[in-house]
């Protein structure tokens, strides 16, 4: 089994903020998959869902390759249908270019994230911005990656419900991260712009 | 001008107390230095060579009497008793510490101001026209659309951690005072034949280390628009522009590397998805925002000619008020009225665009006395009141004399536009404040000043150029070659309608040289113009040869810079 060496981050908690709901921590399913293919695997690598952990993101690219392969597709398919694959995009995937993918996961996947490389990268808040906005995505959005206590509310504003923080980030400051402002001056996926009532 | 609502205000205190707790976590070590970095940035606190150094917004470069005096107080309580005046509409602090940077932004807060994204990988402070409102040239006042897009881009969370910092220019002039071609984003407001206010939109335009002039990538887009396009644009930039190298990471680069028609095609294509989306402007938030900048109570005043305006001095004052005259006052739009530019640039003192606590409070006083209590600083580090009654102006001229601020040399050689330099900025290969200072003590004779008549001559310490050096007539770039300070001329940079970036004219001087190397290619100009030619439009006609070889002249170096090569 290649856990070891080809998962990227197993949290216990990860930190849910539902559109209209109160931020908290809940127990993490979800292992996060590099897409690292080891030889020996079945399956294109995927690691084992029946022994292991049940819940296993996968690289969106990873993902792109079984579907166009077609060998394990039906396979993958089930287990997404199943709730237990969901895919996670890279700072650099370009989600428009395969729109009709994601129009299709849209049926298929229980969770999707993108993953910041490092805090100060914000290519994952345009990613979720248009899951949010352009495909119309009304499942849970998880940050992951490196996701830090001073991310956390403009990744809540433009489309995130989840954050795998990083191991080393004290979860109690972050809870207190959602209630710092109470107006704002633009439209989110969260909130419209504060108006002055006449 | 714009006064605060409660959202404003809110927002504003609720940044204070997000900022309080990062220092304070900063402070007790759970927040790392490189993790606190862009935090800080993005709340426009730097670290220096000495200190830390605070850059407090000006929005579009209107603020009041009221506000000059908390930052008159900030420089006295937190500073050494000065601030400096930035060629972006910023004023900074350069010797505050990290653990009093929360009280004075809760100073700040009380007056309506802030230090939101003037630093970082952002949508930095919006710049605009200094005579916005007043300008005799103006088409459109561009003072809605600059507030507009300050709440709009403010805490903007998709645009957070761009690639690289972003800048904002907007105009509403005939002629060009922001250097619109120079910023990331260029928007030139008008009236289309309909009478509705559109926009031009300009894109790639910077400085640094690859000056470039912006392309036009849409034109007459209707104002209300602006936020959804704008997105279109950042978004575009934020997913696309390079991230690998931070030289290469300016949405410039992208528009280059794209060519602007290509990325003004992607930018209309992600924009047909958004453009009938709520984002945009409504009329109603036109009318809360148009209503703070009407015009001030102007009385009914006849013009006054030149000569009556000259005759309010005595006969031994005359000249020198009326110099001050020439240089220093422009054109308004409402009859008796005129705008006064108060000069930050006195010759061989400290920094140019630095005003001591003292000189601020005074500043305020001549506001509330004589322009209703508003000021604007401009791009090139002056003050200006901007609604002063003409024969009210040579009262005004001797109060202005008194605090040194009525030197008449707006937009002579001494006028120097200058970055703090290596005396202060961690970022600097070379000093910029002891060339300037010795600038103008060489060129310290006003008549020959006026002689020479218009000249921009800028100072950068580094390629970041925040001295805009690329764009002075004469161009002063501090480089650093084997750990010694060098400087490299440009020359036929321009701002406005005609804005072009200057070219470097060979290898680079010592500092010592450099009066000498101005000096000589002043004295080409003298030689060599016609009649009121002026030394850019000279400098046009007989290309850079002449200059070139008069700066070397003297070169005693030359060998060795040569050897030394060009700067990266």
Redesign the interface.
């Known amino acids: 089994m290649s856990l070891t060496t080809n998962i990227i981050a197993a949290h216990d908690q990860v930190l849910h903020f539902p559109k209209d709901g109160k931020p908290s921590l809940a127990p993490n399913e979800w292992l996060i998959w590099s897409g690292d293919q080891d030889k020996s695997e079945d399956e294109g690598g995927l690691p084992d869902l029946e022994h292991g952990a049940h819940k296993v993101l996968v690289p969106f690219t990873w993902w792109l390759s079984q579907i166009n392969s077609h060998h394990h597709e039906a396979d993958i398919q089930a287990k997404a249908k199943n709730g237990q694959i969901g895919v996670w995009f890279a700072a650099d995937d370009?989600i428009l270019k395969h729109a009709d993918v994601i129009e299709a996961g849209k049926k298929v996947w229980s969770l999707v994230a993108a993953h910041f490389p490092i805090?100060?990268?914000?290519?994952s808040?345009?990613?979720t911005?248009?899951l949010r906005?352009?495909f119309a995505w009304q499942g849970e959005i998880r940050a992951i990656g490196d996701v830090?206590i001073?991310?956390l509310?403009?990744?809540a504003?433009?489309g995130f419900d989840s954050f795998a923080l990083r191991p080393d980030q004290?979860l109690d400051?972050a809870l207190k991260q959602f209630d710092?402002?109470?107006?704002?001056?633009?439209?989110?996926w969260r909130d419209?712009r504060?108006?002055?009532s006449a | 001008m714009y006064k605060y609502?409660?959202?404003?205000q809110?927002?504003v205190n609720?940044r204070v107390?997000?900022f309080r707790d990062?220092v304070a976590?900063r402070l007790n070590g759970?927040?790392k230095e490189e993790?606190f970095r862009?935090?800080r940035l993005q709340n426009g606190l730097y670290h220096q060579r000495h200190a830390y150094m605070l850059r407090v917004a000006i929005p579009y470069g209107l603020f009041n009497s009221q506000q000059l005096r908390t930052m008159a107080l900030i420089a006295e309580k937190y500073d050494r008793g000065y601030g400096h005046f930035t060629t972006r509409q910023n004023i900074q602090y350069n010797w505050v510490t990290l653990e009093d940077t929360p009280d004075i932004l809760a100073e700040l807060a009380k007056v309506e101001m802030h230090a939101i994204q003037t630093s970082g990988?952002c949508i930095r402070n919006i710049t605009s026209d200094a005579f916005a409102g007043v300008a005799g040239d103006e088409y459109v006042d561009p003072r809605p659309v600059c507030e507009l897009l300050r709440?709009?881009?403010?805490?903007?969370?998709?645009?957070?951690?761009?690639p690289r910092k972003f800048k904002f220019a907007i105009n509403g002039a005939k002629e060009d005072r922001t250097i619109l071609l120079c910023h990331d984003v260029g928007i030139e407001l008008k009236k289309d034949s309909q009478g509705e206010l559109v926009a031009d939109i300009y894109a790639g335009g910077g400085m640094g280390r690859t000056p470039i002039l912006g392309s036009l990538i849409k034109q007459a887009l209707p104002w209300q628009l602006l936020?959804s396009y704008l997105t279109a644009l950042l978004?575009v930039y934020?997913?696309f522009g390079r991230?690998d190298n931070l030289y290469k990471a300016r949405i410039k680069i992208l528009v280059k590397a794209l060519g602007p028609e290509e990325f003004a095609r992607q930018v209309e294509g992600e924009w047909l998805?958004?453009k009938n989306?709520?984002?945009n402007f409504t009329q109603a938030e036109w009318n809360?925002v148009a209503k703070h900048f009407t015009k001030p109570v102007y009385k009914s005043l006849s013009k006054l000619s030149h000569e009556a305006l000259i005759n309010l001095a005595s006969e031994t004052d005359k000249t020198a008020f009326s110099r001050w005259l020439e240089r220093n006052v422009k054109d308004h739009q409402v009859p008796g009225y005129a705008s006064v530019i108060l000069s930050l640039k006195p010759h061989g003192t400290v920094a140019p665009g630095d005003a001591t606590t003292a000189q601020m409070r005074a500043i305020a006083d001549l506001a509330d006395q004589y322009s209703f209590g508003e000021l604007r600083a401009t791009h090139e580090q002056n003050l200006v009141l901007a609604d002063v009654e003409q024969a009210r102006l040579h009262e005004l001229w001797q109060e202005a004399k008194k605090q040194k601020v009525a030197l008449p040399n707006v937009g002579l050689l001494t006028d120097i536009i200058a970055c703090p330099g290596g005396d202060f900025c961690s970022l600097a290969n070379a000093k910029s404040l002891p060339i300037a200072k010795a600038i103008q003590e060489r060129f310290d004779d006003l008549d020959y000043l006026f002689d020479l008549g218009d000249i921009s001559l800028n100072i950068s310490g580094c390629i970041n150029s925040c001295g805009h050096h690329h764009v002075g007539n004469i161009g002063v770039l501090g480089v650093d070659k084997d750990g010694e300070e060098w400087y490299q001329i440009t020359l036929g940079g321009e701002q406005g309608n005609d804005a072009a970036i200057g070219k470097v004219i060979g290898p680079s001087f010592y500092a010592d040289e450099i009066p000498d190397v101005i000096t000589n290619v002043i004295n080409t100009y003298v030689k060599e113009r016609t009649e009121d030619e002026s030394f850019i439009s000279a400098y046009r006609r007989l290309g850079v040869t002449p200059f070139k070889d008069a700066a070397y002249k003297n070169a005693k170096k030359k060998e060795k810079a040569a050897s030394a090569g060009e700067a990266s």
Do not use: C, M
């Not at chain 1, 710092?180 to 989110?188: D, G, I, K, R």
């Not at chain 2, 709440?151 to 761009?162: G, R």
């Open positions: 370009d805090f100060r990268d914000g290519r808040f345009s990613t911005a248009l906005n352009r830090l001073d991310q509310l403009q990744g504003r433009v004290n400051v710092l402002y109470t107006v704002t001056t633009q439209n989110s419209k504060s108006t002055v | 609502d409660h959202i404003d809110t927002l609720q107390a997000q990062q976590r759970s927040l993790e862009p935090l990988n709440q709009w881009s403010t805490l903007h969370p998709e645009f957070a951690h761009l936020p978004r934020n997913r991230r998805h958004i989306g709520d984002d809360r």
